[in-house]
């Protein structure tokens, strides 16, 4: 187990590589003059000198990627020029409230989605099947920003039992924070929950057929052990790929649900940063976002190693 | 009386009835053998015993266990009975063992369940169940997962599992038709020496007529769902009376093959849906007469002794 997850991170790191290199590109890569673009068409020649040069521009193409990385090992991420404040902190200011809302979004996706599925396989054909793919199928076709919406107008407007936005730090008091999170955060989850759903059902609807379930109930288990037990723990080995996609689709969804629960996340500091063209920022949100992608991942692998193993022994 | 008795047993999926008429017993610590080639409900019977019909099954009749009554008994009762007094193996160890616990985790479950033991005297009784069923450095095995075993060894710990709670009966689906030859000899050996130790009766499905001439005390050999003749193996055979159970021993030229083709008469068992209305086995028997085809043969007492469900049997026996 230990020599597979040493070997899991090991492959991670050139992916984090590349990511860093394409983040040092960006400055590169965009069409047109940098500077002028984040300075607006109204600045004069000095003040863009001055820009490139607080940029860094001015320097050989080498001394600017081998300063990039000597920052970033030092974990410095160069300063956002419009909030006047280093991207490093920008980004650690408000990456708790991007996780919280994130991961909250997936424990309800998860949770809730696994159980629909279970649920619908369990009564294939019948009508518990039908309303639970039926929900998921809702839940899938409705836009995360939609429901935000109608959910700020239920819940906080109309009944007035959760706030209507605003974020309240988890160390403060959590059960604030349970209450800040709770309406983006199923707002978020219910497109996943439906994909958790429909993967869940068809793993369930596979693995009910084998062999080694027909054991579990010759040897007497009574059947919420056949299927909560031996039957789930092998259909979840593939809704777990898709809990990894689905951070992926969650934390890009989080962006626009920051704005719609005013939360001061990351999503709103690099939408920010995009319109104002401020590349520091967007270089750092670039790395962070990929960088939470490759952890995902690697926890996802770690996870299909403890439910399945076969890879845990390298076969498969 | 007997252990098991089984009357008129019918198993329908949708309108489709695949197996009927089926009557047998097993007395404490028998040996049945119940051949009978691919398709013809072998495995029905069994899992209808079980209460493990797959989905869309149906089974009518009577099934006695003991002194209940299996077909009228709640799924909670049956639970109880299932690996309990009355345990099952089949036919392919590679898939009946879960693969993400180990293997001791699945003995282990039948004895806490049925036994209430705790986590740790359940894989102590774990282990001695390895080394019951002659499985090396049991210590070690026990904490393997099933990928890490061999299929004869899989098929091993299957029968460590169905064994923990000691059944009255057991019932094996074709225990050793997915292993290698010399695996299989090994697991019947096991299987011979196991219930005279234990004193259960068992239910050996198998294609195999030599393990049923070396192990079983009676037979009952199926054609096209239903019982073509039963009796004593030492009776059927030494003079097999139904033309079925004589082209069966014919098809082998000794007694330790497995059932190949039916070179006397070719041909192949009918669908459920294409069963025929008289005789089942009239489209391929060289007996067969247009009488044979008015309705299903009942059974009658052959000069062997055993029971045959054919019209001429006195004349081809
Ligand atoms: N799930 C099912 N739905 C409908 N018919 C089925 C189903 N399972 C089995 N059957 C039919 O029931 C009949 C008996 O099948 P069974 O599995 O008992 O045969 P068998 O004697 O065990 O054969 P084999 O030697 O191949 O294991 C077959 O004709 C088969 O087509
Ligand atoms: S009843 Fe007729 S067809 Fe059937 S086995 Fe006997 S002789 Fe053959
Ligand atoms: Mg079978």
Not at chain 2, 36 to 42: A, D, P, T
Not at chain 2, 108 to 132: F, N
């Amino acid at each position: 187990m230990l020599r597979y997850a040493a070997g899991r991170l090991l492959a991670a790191l050139p992916v984090l590589a590349i990511v860093s290199l394409l983040s040092f590109g960006i400055v590169w890569i965009v069409p047109g003059d940098v500077a002028v673009e984040m300075a607006g068409p109204t600045a004069t020649a000095e003040e863009l000198a001055r820009l490139r040069e607080r940029l860094g521009l001015t320097r050989p193409w080498y001394e600017q990627l081998a300063g990039w990385y000597g920052a970033l090992l030092r974990g410095d991420l160069g300063e956002s020029i419009l909030l006047r404040q280093g991207v490093a902190q920008a980004i650690v200011e408000r990456l708790p409230v991007t996780l919280s809302l994130t991961f909250t979004a997936l424990a309800i996706a998860f949770v809730c989605g696994t159980a629909l599925g279970v649920l619908a396989a369990v009564r294939a054909g019948q009508a518990a099947d039908r309303v639970a793919m039926g929900t998921a199928l809702v839940g899938f076709s409705l836009p995360d920003f939609w429901l935000g919406l109608v959910f700020v107008y239920v819940f906080a407007v109309l009944l007035g039992w959760l706030p209507t936005g605003g974020y309240v730090p988890f160390s403060q008091d959590p059960a604030g924070w349970a209450r800040s999170m709770l309406l983006p955060a199923a707002a978020l989850a219910l497109s996943q929950m439906g994909l958790f759903a429909r993967m869940t059902r068809a793993a369930m609807l596979e693995v009910l057929r084998q062999d080694y379930v027909r054991t579990a109930r010759a040897k007497g288990m009574p059947g919420w052990i056949v299927i909560g037990k031996h039957a789930l723990r092998n259909a979840l080995i593939p809704v777990v790929t898709v809990a990894g996609i689905a951070a992926g689709v969650l934390l890009g969804g989080a962006v626009v649900i920051e704005s719609v629960f005013s939360l001061p996340g990351v999503g709103r500091l690099i939408v920010g940063a995009i319109q104002r063209r401020d590349y520091p920022v967007i270089q750092g949100g670039l790395l962070l976002t990929a960088t939470i992608f490759v952890l995902v991942n690697l926890i996802v692998d770690l996870l299909y190693a403890a439910l399945d193993p076969r890879i845990r022994h390298g076969r498969r | 009386m007997s252990l098991l008795s089984v009357r008129d047993l019918a198993v329908s999926f949708g309108g489709t009835r695949v197996l009927e008429d089926m009557s047998f017993d097993i007395a404490e610590g028998e040996v049945l053998g119940v051949v009978g080639e691919s398709g013809s409900g072998k495995s029905m019977t069994a899992l209808a015993i079980m209460g493990l019909l797959p989905m869309g099954g149906s089974a009518a009749g009577r099934i006695r266990f003991e002194d209940r009554d299996l077909l009228a008994l709640p799924e909670r009762e049956m639970q109880r009975l299932r690996g309990e007094r009355l345990a099952m193996i089949f036919q392919e160890p590679m898939a009946s063992l879960n693969p993400v616990f180990t293997v001791g985790e699945q003995i282990a479950e039948v004895l806490r369940r049925h036994r209430g033991m705790d986590r740790r005297s359940a894989h102590r009784e774990a282990i001695s169940l390895l080394k019951l069923v002659e499985i090396a450095a049991a210590e070690r095995r026990v904490d393997e997962y099933p990928h890490q075993l061999s299929g004869g060894m899989r098929q091993r710990a299957m029968i460590a599992i169905a064994l923990a709670c000691r059944p009255k009966l057991l019932i094996a689906d074709e225990p050793t038709t997915a292993l290698d030859a010399t695996v299989q000899a090994g697991i019947l050996d096991l299987l011979r020496g196991l219930r005279r130790e234990l004193g259960m009766a068992v239910l050996l499905i198998t294609h195999d007529l030599g393990v049923v001439s070396d192990i079983c005390e009676r037979v009952v050999v199926m054609y096209a769902g239903r019982v073509a003749e039963t009796g004593a193996a030492d009776a059927i055979f030494a003079r097999p009376s139904h033309p079925y159970t004589q082209a069966l021993l014919a098809a082998i030229p000794r007694l330790d093959g497995p059932i190949g083709a039916l070179p006397a008469i070719g041909g192949v068992v009918p669908a459920p849906a294409d069963f025929p209305q008289g005789c089942r086995f009239a489209p391929r028997c060289p007996h067969a007469l247009p009488a044979c085809e008015v309705g299903p043969p009942a059974l009658r007492t052959t000069v062997s002794g055993t029971d045959a469900a054919c019209i001429r049997v006195q004349e081809v026996a």
